[in-house]
């Protein structure tokens, strides 16, 4: 009986470890960039071909290896789906970050936006957030 009690109190020690580590003490961090030009206002500058009723560019990241990153935007767009209109943002759902801590995801656009500064957010799990705006013309 002694044993079995010696068991169960090594396990609860054990298993009442604290393992948890705040942000600060794993470095979470968050980079958002794109690549296309930045101008003097941090601004990225996208370059919106004419010829097409929509097009998507992207956003590039870097954090941690194997990390979830959310993505939303307060720009939407607008879509007609069997007589329903669907309002959804240029950039959504969420991306994982490879072994290295980089990844992307893309940010949907059509002609409407040229003239207009954008801007997305990206937040990992731990609530480590960034974000980027960019001007399409």
Known sequence: MNKLILIFISLLVISCD??????????DYLN????????????YLIDYPDWEAHSYTSVQYETL???R????SEDTFTAEHWGQEIIEPIINFSTY????????????????????????????????CSSLKFIVY
Request: aromatic share 14%.
């Open 18 to 27: 604290d393992n948890f580590m705040s942000p600060q003490e794993t470095n």
């Open 97 to 128: 970050s490879d072994d290295d801590g980089l990844g992307q995801q893309m940010i949907y656009l059509y002609q409407d936006f040229i003239g207009d500064t954008l801007m997305v957010y990206g937040c990992t799990e731990n609530d480590i």
């Open 32 to 43: 958002l960039q794109m690549n296309t030009t930045l101008d003097n206002n941090g601004f």
């Open 65 to 67: 290896p194997y990390t």
């Open 69 to 72: 990153v959310f993505w939303t």
